[in-house]
């Protein structure tokens, strides 16, 4: 449905894109995983159309949108990382005016935002102005305003940046019904377990790069014969970290914060030596798990950051 | 369809804010009410005045010799006193001494015309008042300066409804003139009453008691009448007709300054480009947020003239030209709030929108005579008025109400259009560039 060719993007001296390629298939949900900074906005834009490449192409159908974006926008939706909304309008009036953007009036345009208001679960919030919304509404409007022209194509934008878990949720599963009624999605996330649950494959992107790409499974598989171990301790330093990483069997090692992650073989073996450098060092252990392979691991495998960071 | 989308949902965006309402549509009703109120009675106004010399007709409606010969048959008969009155001369007193004073000829310019030439003169604006002195005004003046007798001489003062200020001027002086001819007059009875008491004077006052009843009130004994003429159909100005024009056409620039800052709002909004997104063009968005504030300075000045008409009772005048001069007056508005708008967009902040609120309105006011009539202002503002958009509608809505054909404010609300159009014109061009670098240069934000 969309293919992305040899992408770049530079802003001065700045490369926020750097040669990405990836393809978007009909139906599928599609994750762009990657920290802050990472490019993935910068590329959604380009989909979308407001800004043009420095250098690449893209097609959507077969044909490019840069020669022929009316194709692409009719059938685009966007549901941008801000809330795209009049706050002083009420929902439905934004909901009415969204959708005479995109040609729809009279019945139809009442019956489908009553359908959307559904899939949202803002039905009987319609009526209030969107600036008294709580920010979780604000984010399920920011979805509907972009639902009600039944675009074929979803871009969707960090949706759940800053809301609580309960809207996120919402959020969530409605993007799992849509998905099921057969869209197609582009999801943006630097949440790696939103990736996990929602993406049928994934791209993650750093430093305007695709470093991986996949199914949920193959990216894992990356790192699958590895063990990751977290340690929390007292005290951590170079010298903590350097020792960890010469334990033999240890991959590699990295520190986030109070903790020490780190890639190897054979877990239990690897667990002992670890507590026994720490005792060596006088170090005290708050707390220690040994987790499946994740994403997160595999970007931390990957990059060597978090991807919080 | 989808700019009126646009149109309908700015409309609704401005009209759900209270604090644009209160700023837009009630502080301009509520302050040409306080002004109206405050200002009624001492106001005055003029579009054209030439304070160092105001130029008059004197009409006579005498016969200087028929009133001479009157005067001394009339003494003759009544007190049996030969009297010609060549003693005193009331022409020569009002022309010459009066009018021809050093002080009085500073401030006044007059022509003796005939009566029909007068009011031509008027009605062309030629001159700004008439003095009419009217039939006996010799014999009743001679009866009043040289006998004991008070005869009503009734000055009538016809002034230019466009000329208050000079209408104004012209009274103040008459007034001041009837006032010391009272006082001589009051002094020559005095002195009279005291001949007589004192039985100076001999036979010429056998007749004082008579004399003696016309003295009490021998001040109301020459009155000025001050008419303010229509002429070709045309009202004068009061403070509410004023201030109402004033107050209204200043704050509709408040609607350039309120569109000023939508389109940086739809991009900081993110809904600028959601709007792109879903097709729109850079002329659709352009052209409804023309439209919008079109229509918001068009609601503000139709609530104005009614809530004028019916509260303050202005008579707004021929119905067609202040339909096409409000039409006009909003459409520059549009083109200056889209001008605005532009140049807020591209400088990435509201500066530039609360500068024009704060600063270039209040300028605009001050030179286009939206807090104090222009004639009253220093000269050099007045030369700079030209500057303010308000100035030019503010000039041709008074125009109106004066009483002016369309023909009359026809370059007006020409210098109107094309300032609409020129804003307009200029603000599409720099909203294209910012558009077109914004594409190439800018950095978006990024998750």
């Known amino acids: 449905m969309l293919k992305v060719k040899n992408l770049y993007k530079n802003f001065g001296n700045i490369i926020a894109v750097d040669g990405i390629n990836f393809e978007v298939k009909r139906g599928e949900v599609f994750g762009l995983l990657g920290p802050n900074g990472a490019g993935k906005s910068t590329t959604i834009s380009i989909i979308s159309t407001l800004i043009p490449p420095t250098k690449g192409e893209i097609l959507f159908e077969g044909e490019s949108i840069f020669e022929n974006s009316k194709n692409l926008r009719q059938k685009l939706g966007i549901v941008p990382q801000d809330i795209a909304l009049y706050p002083t309008l009420t929902g439905y009036e934004n909901l009415v005016f969204w959708g005479n953007l995109y040609g729809l009036k009279g019945a139809e345009l009442k019956k489908r935002i009553k359908e959307v208001a559904d899939i949202i679960g803002l039905n009987g919030r319609l009526k209030d102005k969107v600036e008294k919304y709580s920010g979780g509404m604000k984010r399920r409007l920011n979805i509907g305003a972009a639902l009600l022209h039944h675009p074929e194509l979803l871009i969707m934008d960090e949706p759940t940046v800053g809301i609580d878990p309960q809207s996120r949720s919402h959020i969530l599963d409605t993007v799992l019904k849509l998905s099921a009624q057969g869209m197609t999605i582009i999801y943006t996330t630097h949440y790696m377990e939103e990736a996990e649950e929602l993406c049928t494959r994934i791209c993650i992107m750093d430093e305007g790069k695709i470093i991986a790409s996949g199914t949920k499974q193959e990216l894992v598989e990356l790192v699958n014969e590895k063990t990751q171990i977290n340690i929390k301790l007292d005290n951590i330093s170079d010298n903590m970290l350097q020792i960890f990483k010469g334990i033999p069997g240890v991959y590699d090692a990295t520190i986030i914060g109070d903790t020490v992650t780190l890639f190897g073989e054979n877990g239990s073996i690897l667990l002992a030596e670890i507590i026994s450098k720490a005792l060596e060092e006088n170090t005290k252990i708050q707390s220690i798990d040994i987790q499946k392979p994740n994403l997160e691991a595999v970007f931390l495998h990957l990059t060597g950051k978090a991807l919080r960071d | ?447």
């Open chain 2, 1 to 447: 369809m989808k700019v009126i989308s646009i149109i309908i949902k700015d409309l609704k965006t401005v009209l759900s804010d209270k604090q644009a309402i209160i700023t837009t549509m009630l502080m301009p009703v509520i302050l040409m009410t306080i002004l109206s109120m405050a200002l009624k009675g001492s106001f005055i106004s003029s579009d054209d005045v030439v304070v160092e010399e105001v130029k008059i007709a004197v009409v006579k409606q005498y016969d200087e010799i028929i009133d001479s010969e009157i005067f001394t048959k009339t003494l003759e008969e009544k007190l049996d006193i030969a009297l010609t009155g060549d003693e005193v001369n009331p022409e020569e007193i009002f022309f010459e001494d009066f009018l021809g004073s050093k002080e009085v000829s500073k401030l006044i310019n007059y022509r003796v015309e005939e009566e029909e030439r007068a009011m031509e003169l008027l009605a062309q604006g030629e001159i700004s008042a008439i003095i009419i002195l009217p039939e006996k005004y010799i014999y009743n003046m001679k009866i009043n300066l040289l006998t004991p007798f008070r005869n009503n001489v009734n000055v009538r003062i016809l002034t230019h409804p466009d000329r208050t200020i000079d209408g104004e001027i012209v009274a103040s002086v008459m007034e001041a003139y009837t006032n010391t001819m009272s006082s001589i007059i009051i002094g020559k009875n005095v002195l009279i009453e005291s001949a007589s008491a004192n039985d100076i004077g001999g036979e010429g006052f056998d007749n004082i008691d008579e004399v003696m009843e016309g003295m009490t009130d021998l001040v109301e004994g020459m009155n000025v009448s001050i008419e303010n003429i229509t002429v070709h159909g045309r009202q004068s100005i009061k403070s509410s007709d004023y201030y109402a024009v004033a107050m209204m056409t200043m704050f509709i620039l408040f609607a350039a300054g309120q569109g000023g800052r939508m389109l940086l709002e739809e991009k900081d909004n993110q809904t600028y480009q959601r709007m792109v997104i879903a097709d729109i063009s850079k002329t659709h968005i352009l052209a409804g947020k023309f439209f919008a504030i079109f229509l918001i300075a068009s609601i503000q000045i139709t609530i104005m003239l009614i809530y004028s008409y019916f509260a303050l009772k202005v008579m707004w005048g021929d119905v067609s030209s202040i339909i096409v001069l409000s039409i006009t007056s909003a459409f520059a508005v549009a083109g200056l709030g889209i001008f605005i708008a532009s140049i807020t967009y591209r400088a990435g902040n509201y500066r530039m929108a609360n500068l024009f609120e704060n600063v270039v309105i209040q300028v605009m006011a001050l030179f286009g005579g939206s807090f104090f009539p222009l004639d009253l202002m220093p000269e050099i503002i007045q030369k700079f008025s030209f500057i303010s958009l308000n100035g030019v509608a503010l000039k041709s809505y008074l125009k109106i109400i004066l009483g002016y054909n369309f023909a009359d404010i026809s370059s007006d609300v020409l210098i109107l259009a094309l300032t609409g159009i020129l804003f307009t014109i200029a603000g599409v061009i720099i909203f294209n560039k910012e558009v077109a670098e914004n594409a190439k240069h800018s950095k978006i934000k990024t998750a």
